[in-house]
């Protein structure tokens, strides 16, 4: 049971996030979930995850791009619950185009929201975790943590990125209490996949259907796309007494496609 702790999942409005957001609430967390959407479907959202813990849920709608709102979600956070126990680095956007025509502005809001808000949600989450001798600090890397592929030049860096990040503040952290890992998924049917589609269609001139078979699941040896429910519950096993010994990891949970 996660009862009396907190779970901070960023970007938790939508797809991954929000599977965590249920499978911790499930448990009896208290949670801050974060993101953009429709103000009455979140409140619905936080709604029901507080009606599954029996705790309390509060909602941040600051933007993980810029430094200074990630810390007014965290000074939330503290204010609500004290600090927080678990914190999910998920938050993350795609852009698909190649490398000579990849928007700047994209690749700036990708290492913003991708990497480099990890690092800012970590640096304001460690001290109370350090305190309180015990922490999980588990981020959505992805299979492109590992490998690449073409025409994704801003997210594969950024995921790499975010692998690097955590190796370090495992070392770092190891004798706290606090564990930090990856978890990289292959594809999952989200909005984040469903959205690169045309994109895609337009960088590799295919129809839909090709890029489904042919790009997304192609290199997932399973053919099938991974659940949200499957990534969240490796989380909940992170953040299990059985797994305190698993930190600076990156787990696969991408049907086989690293393997190749
Ligand atoms: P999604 O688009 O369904 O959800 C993204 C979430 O991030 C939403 O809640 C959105 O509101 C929030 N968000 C976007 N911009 C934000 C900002 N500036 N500030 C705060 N929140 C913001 O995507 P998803 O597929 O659930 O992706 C979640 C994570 O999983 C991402 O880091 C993604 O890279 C990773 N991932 C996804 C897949 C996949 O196949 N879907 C595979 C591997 C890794």
């Known amino acids: 049971t996660l009862k009396g702790r ?26 801050v979930i974060n993101g953009f959407g429709d103000a009455g479907a979140i409140e619905q959202e ?26 007014a979600m965290m000074a939330q956070a503290a204010e609500a619950f004290g600090g927080v ?12 185009a190649p490398v000579e025509s990849f928007p700047v502005d994209k690749w700036n809001l990708i290492i913003a929201l991708n990497l480099t808000s990890a690092f800012h949600t970590t640096r304001l989450a460690v001290p109370y975790m350090k305190e309180k001798k015990w922490g999980r600090i588990i981020q ?21 990125g975010l692998a690097g990040f ?5 070392l770092e952290l190891a004798t706290f209490g606090v564990t930090a890992n990856c978890i990289s998924p292959g594809y999952v049917w989200t909005p984040l996949v469903e959205n690169q589609i045309p994109d895609t269609m337009k960088a590799r001139n295919m129809t839909r259907e090709q890029v489904i078979n042919d ?13 949200a429910e ?15 010994n698993i930190t600076g990891t990156n787990i696969s949970v991408d049907g086989g496609w690293t393997a190749g």
């Open 6 to 31: 907190t779970a901070l999942v960023t970007g938790s409005t939508s797809g991954i996030g929000l599977a965590y957001a249920k499978a911790f609430a499930a448990q009896g967390a208290n949670l």
């Open 46 to 71: 936080r709604l029901a995850l507080e009606a599954a813990s029996g705790g309390k849920a509060i909602y941040s709608a600051h933007d993980l791009t810029r430094a200074d709102e990630i810390e």
């Open 85 to 96: 126990d678990i914190l999910v680095n998920n938050a993350g956007t795609q852009h698909v």
């Open 140 to 160: 959505t890397a992805s299979a492109h943590s590992l490998v690449a592929s073409p025409f994704k030049s801003a997210y594969v860096t950024a995921k790499h």
């Open 166 to 170: 955590t190796k370090t503040i495992a």
């Open 215 to 227: 790009v997304l699941l192609a290199g997932q040896p399973t053919k099938q796309f991974v659940t």
């Open 230 to 244: 499957q990534v969240a519950e490796i989380a909940l096993f992170l953040c299990s007494d059985a797994a305190s």
